[in-house]
């Protein structure tokens, strides 16, 4: 007796996928980016990763822009919020969080890129405002200047991010630092008086011990200076709102690609 084939499994018997949402597309593009890097998580990549198509994506996220900036958002979660909930001196517990979210972005040389230019909008990024306005108030910063001071504290932090990502990836970059020691040291106290009296001191310090004195020196000048004024005529210098602080042109998302308004990354 001939054995039977098996009979073709009906397409309508298989499980099916699970639906997809904007929750679930970010969750694997975050652990997309763990694995294989952000450069990595474009909407086709993430598609092969999810089983579907790329134009399914953008129902839910329109460009890879917009999803480097969910990523960042989900990665805020990290940040260590406690200090604004803590006692002490609201200088050094504001320090405390600026400094742990640096070290997020420290973890992730890519994003930390990124966020130069990424605009989250997601319930990290609130609670991350939150927290520096609240601590920034506690201090005594007029509420126009915490306004404004957040962007700057919040670009300084993700431009020291983005500078240390860069260096930590030149394999040069000890050679270079050592050049620069030794041009420093040798200057002409003629020419560069003085580059030669301070010598060392201009490089010197750990980076931790810079960073924070830095958002020390932008915490003085957020409670003492002028109040800003919105009304100011604008200069004609270029948007100057990089990082994860509010932009002056807020509400204003990544720009579409040409002709198709989605992301065409491969």
Do not use: C
Not at 59 to 74: G, P
Not at 127 to 143: N, R, S, Y
């Amino acid at each position: 007796m001939t054995p039977h084939s098996p009979s073709p499994r009906s397409r309508r018997e298989r499980p099916a996928k699970p639906a997809l949402t904007r929750a679930g597309i970010v969750a694997t593009a975050v652990e997309l980016m763990r694995a294989e890097g952000l450069e990595r998580v474009t909407m086709r990549r993430l598609a092969q990763e999810l089983d579907t198509g790329p134009a399914s994506l953008y129902v839910y996220v329109r460009n890879t822009a917009e999803l480097h900036a969910a990523v960042l958002d989900e990665l805020l979660g990290e940040v260590d919020l406690s200090p604004a909930r803590s006692a002490g001196d609201w200088r050094d517990r504001l320090v405390r969080l600026l400094t742990s979210y640096v070290e997020v972005l420290f973890e992730h040389p890519a994003l930390a890129r990124s966020a130069l230019v990424a605009r989250p909008s997601g319930e990290h990024y609130l609670d991350l405002v939150e927290a520096v306005l609240a601590l920034l108030a506690e201090g005594g910063a007029a509420p126009q200047r915490a306004a404004w001071g957040l962007d700057l504290l919040l670009q300084y932090g993700t431009a020291t991010a983005a500078e240390h990502s860069t260096r930590a990836e030149n394999l040069d970059a000890r050679q270079d630092r050592e050049a620069l020691t030794a041009v420093l040291d040798n200057a002409s106290p003629d020419r560069h008086p003085r580059i030669a009296a301070l010598g060392h001191d201009l490089i010197a310090g750990t980076g931790e011990a810079r960073l924070a004195w830095g958002f020390q020196v932008l915490l003085s000048g957020i409670v003492t200076a002028p109040d800003p004024d919105p009304d100011t005529p604008p200069a004609t210098a270029p948007d100057t709102g990089a990082g994860t602080g509010t932009p002056p042109d807020a509400g204003a998302g990544a720009a579409p690609d040409p002709d198709t308004g989605a992301d065409t990354t491969p």
